[in-house]
């Protein structure tokens, strides 16, 4: 009776085992003779003194600091002398563009508005009107079928303010000797000037990123944009 009953319980166990998850890796072993592959040695080659040069992680601070007023610097000389050039759009930032809002910003208070309360260009008016249109005209760039970034287009519009606030600073100076006629005319030629480089350097910047069909469309919001923020500096006036 036991040598009967005896294959069935074999038989039985030999299921149990073979339905068991993993089955049968417990006997597997490895030959210690078998090699190891990968590696993951640390590179000391040329390759990691590259990596090692464009790590910024154990720069010090002011070294950091000075090489982005010196990015920001050249992207003011781009502005003075435009041409067609993706030096703008390939190192966007928007340092450059912030620094001359506050500038702007700044040189428009003590008008006169401001003193009899009538509505003059208040600090964050400032702010409104040039980051809000900037926003404006990205937003319509990129529905006509801009191939440039939301950042980059900010960030040219940015740049492209300096040469009104370049004018703004000489319209603040000549309003020092006084308000007259002689006064006017020159801000007014000033301002001209800047209005029409502000315009010309952002197109120029632009005009490669927008279909040919369609750059009209996307000039005439810049040209309304820069004719308002040039409009505020002709319009100043300080308060006596």
Request: contains cysteine; negative net charge.
């Amino acid at each position: 009776i036991v040598e009967r009953h005896l294959p069935s319980k074999m038989a039985t166990a030999a299921e149990e085992e073979a339905n068991r998850p993993f089955a049968g890796l417990s006997d597997v072993s490895i030959s210690e003779d078998i090699p190891v592959e990968g590696d993951i040695s640390v590179p000391v080659g040329p390759s990691a003194r590259r990596d090692d040069e464009f790590s910024t992680l154990d720069e010090p601070v002011k070294e950091t600091v000075l090489r982005d007023l010196r990015a920001v610097g050249k992207k003011f000389v781009h502005v003075l002398y435009p041409k067609r050039s993706t030096a703008l759009l390939r190192d966007w930032d928007l340092w450059g563009p912030l620094l001359l809002c506050v500038t702007l910003a700044l040189l428009l208070q003590g008008g006169a508005a401001d003193s009899d309360y009538q509505g003059g260009p208040q600090f964050a008016e400032v702010f409104v009107i040039v980051w809000f249109g900037s926003i404006i005209i990205t937003i319509n760039s990129k529905l006509l079928g801009g191939t440039i970034s939301f950042f980059q287009s900010l960030c040219v519009l940015g740049y492209c303010i300096l040469p009104l606030t370049v004018a703004m600073a000489v319209c603040r100076i000549v309003l020092v000797a006084g308000s007259g006629s002689v006064s006017f005319a020159v801000r007014l030629v000033v301002v001209t000037a800047s209005f029409g480089w502000s315009t010309f350097a952002s197109t120029a910047f632009l005009a490669d990123s927008q279909p040919a069909n369609r750059k009209a469309l996307v000039v005439y919001p810049v040209f309304l944009f820069y004719f308002v923020i040039g409009w505020m500096v002709l319009t100043f006036s300080p308060s006596q």
